[in-house]
């Protein structure tokens, strides 16, 4: 692994894990198993290395995406695969990386709303493919469904109201997952989704 690779890849699982803050250029340093010296001629300071990170992750799961949209049989078959991935996606995620982003980093933040803005378009387009399936109605809008989807789902990662009323959160997540499907699915929509159910959860 090229050592600017393998530097995005252990300051990602940091990052993650313990949050921008706790994170040090002598932590990234060490689990790459590299000097300072020459982590800095990398990579100029932290804000710089954070900002790759969240880049390369976006184009990552862009490409992810992108790859299970083209080798589904049907558009139920891409959500739940997709909602697979995402649900990985935010359980990486610490509480004090969504904090120390939000507080310190706006401009990361940005960056990674418009990759959320990519993602939200892709699933957009896989709903209409779904209007032509016969899956999902037609009186669907596209591109509003998207994005009410995207937000319930980031509205409940991490939400400690979930836990303080006695739920597990994971379940809730895929509740509101599966929920969320049908009530745009048609009646044969309805049936792939049974089916998708007892295969992809």
Same mark, same amino acid.
């Given at each position: 692994m090229e050592n600017k690779e393998k530097i995005i890849t252990r300051s /990602?699982? %940091? %990052?993650?894990s313990i949050g921008p803050t706790s994170m040090?250029?002598?932590m990234v340093a060490h689990a790459c198993g590299? @000097?300072?010296r020459t982590l800095y001629e990398t990579f100029p300071d932290k804000k710089t290395l954070i900002m790759e990170c969240i880049k390369v992750d976006h =184009? /990552? /799961?862009h490409q992810e995406a992108c790859r299970i949209y083209r080798e @589904? @049989?049907?558009c139920f078959e891409a959500l739940f695969c997709i909602f697979k991935m995402v649900r990985q996606y935010f359980n990486k995620r610490s509480q004090a990386f969504i904090d120390d982003l939000k507080r310190l980093y706006p401009d990361v933040v940005e960056q990674q709303r418009e990759g959320e803005k990519i %993602?939200?378009?892709? =699933?957009?387009e896989v709903l209409k493919q779904g209007q032509e399936e016969g899956l999902v109605s037609s009186n669907v809008n596209s591109d509003l469904a998207s994005m009410l989807y995207f937000t319930l789902m980031s509205s409940l990662h991490n939400n400690p109201r979930i836990t @303080? #009323?006695?739920?597990n959160p994971s379940q809730v997540y895929e509740a509101a997952f599966i929920n969320f499907m049908r009530g #745009?699915?048609?009646q044969h929509g309805l049936e792939v989704i049974e089916d998708a159910i007892k295969k992809y959860l």
């Open positions: /990602h699982e %940091l %990052l993650v040090t250029m002598d590299i @000097s300072k =184009l /990552h /799961h @589904s @049989s049907n %993602l939200i378009t892709q =699933l957009s @303080s #009323m006695g739920f #745009m699915a048609t």
